[in-house]
T-cell receptor, first 113, second 112 residues
Framework: EPEVTQTPSHQVTQMGQEVILRCVPI?????FYWYRQILGQKVEFLVS????????KSEIFDDQFSVERPDGSNFTLKIRSTKLEDSAMYFC???????????FGPGTRLTVT | DAKTTQPTSMDCAEGRAANLPCNHS???????VYWYRQIHSQGPQYIIH???NNETNEMASLIITEDRKSSTLILPHATLRDTAVYYC?????????????FGQGTTLQVKP
């Protein structure tokens, strides 16, 4: 069964450093998402991406965040200058069409020290 | 998207049916009910969805009341591996970006 993959599984970085989280969505999917989950809290929507542009973003997704689909297969989330409060699990998800269900990746645990 | 209300936690004995309720009294006519679950800190996993008819797949059954204001997810023979947080989410299948809004969900503990 096709699946969404994410790398790395765990990333440790120092405050102020840039990080790039990588995702490979399911190959025929057209809609892409990033969510995050701070430990012990609920899953929060960050951004949706369709047709090579951001279609919606949450208040969390400020200027420190950016997304890219550089080569038609990868989907990346960049955090420009990490803060302690960016420590969380980051989940990528993809969707073949709006009438269908989302598939989530296993997540990247980001730890900012 | 309509809001949903779920109990914070539930227990179920292994091998028994787990019935997880969800209230979505403000659901509108074009909104579907989706169920996802999250096992420990893994990525959320799709379970089932429905509009107004009852639905069944290999994982679960979904019962939606006639007025569509509430629904119940049924895991017919719960196993220890079904211990997870279960999320009921209401979403239209058009006119939006497809994002999912997660609440706190119901933590289901399956006990031996």
């Amino acid at each position: 069964e096709p699946e969404v993959t994410q790398t790395p599984s765990h990333q440790v970085t120092q405050m102020g450093q840039e990080v790039i989280l990588r995702c490979v969505p399911i190959s025929n999917h057209l809609y892409f998402y990033w969510y995050r989950q701070i430990l012990g809290q609920k899953v929060e929507f960050l951004v949706s991406f369709y047709n090579n542009e951001i279609s919606e973003k949450s208040e969390i997704f400020d200027d420190q965040f950016s997304v890219e689909r550089p080569d038609g297969s990868n989907f990346t989330l960049k955090i420009r200058s990490t803060k302690l409060e960016d420590s969380a699990m980051y989940f990528c998800a993809s969707l073949v069409g709006l009438a269908y269900e989302q598939y989530f990746g296993p997540g990247t645990r980001l730890t900012v020290t | 998207d309509a809001k949903t209300t779920q109990p914070t936690s539930m227990d179920c004995a292994e091998g028994r049916a787990a019935n997880l309720p969800c209230n979505h009294s403000t659901i509108s006519g074009n909104e579907y009910v989706y169920w996802y679950r999250q096992i420990h800190s893994q990525g959320p996993q799709y379970i089932i969805h429905g509009l107004k008819n009852n639905e069944t797949n290999e994982m679960a059954s979904l019962i939606i009341t006639e007025d569509r204001k509430s629904s119940t997810l049924i895991l017919p023979h719960a196993t220890l591996r079904d211990t997870a947080v279960y999320y009921c989410i209401v979403r239209s299948r058009s006119g939006n970006t497809g994002k999912l809004i997660f609440g706190q969900g119901t933590t289901l503990q399956v006990k031996p």
